[in-house]
């Protein structure tokens, strides 16, 4: 009885240790859904999917999850230097910039990438929309999977 008991108390501190510490690709996404619906400024749209239809990392579809969002203001979001502040909510959680995933585009987009653990966040940030989807002046793509090594 003695040795069940232990046992218990073992898992119960354990398992939420490790559930927290393996934080999978849905989790970031519903992190970063969060953040964006937080900004200031009227969205015209604000959306969590369960699926990768176009990889801003390969061009292709891809297992993962992604969030969209823009809005109708002509403010540039800079979500690189609000995000990788060491003052905001996402680098608090443990979130920092892969700077090898960092480039500029010749509209005025960025993309850059966030990673914690085995999680990457492709972001595609910019004041045009792409054209396959035309809403607002400033958008974001959020598109978060596993680093395969």
Not at 2 to 10: A, C, D, L, S
Not at 32 to 48: C, H, R, W
Not at 49 to 55: A, D, G, L, P, V
Not at 130 to 148: D, F, M, R, S
Request: with cysteine.
């Amino acid at each position: 009885m003695r040795m069940q008991k232990y046992g218990f108390i073992v898992l119960w501190f354990v398992v939420p240790f490790l559930t927290a510490q393996c934080q999978q690709p849905p989790d970031a996404c519903r992190l970063f859904y969060k953040e964006l619906k937080e900004l200031p400024g009227e969205k015209a749209e604000l959306s969590y999917h369960t699926s990768i239809r176009q990889s801003i990392e390969s061009g292709k579809e891809a297992v993962g999850c992604e969030v969209r969002y823009s809005d109708t203001t002509e403010s540039y979001l800079g979500l690189d230097t609000y995000w990788t502040d060491p003052d905001s909510k996402i680098y608090k959680k443990g979130w920092r910039i892969n700077e090898r995933w960092t480039a500029d585009g010749a509209d005025g987009s960025m993309s850059f990438a966030l990673e914690k653990d085995s999680i990457r966040c492709n972001i595609l940030n910019g004041t045009l929309y792409p054209e396959q989807v035309k809403l607002g002046n400033t958008y974001a793509v959020v598109q978060c999977h596993e680093i395969k090594s």
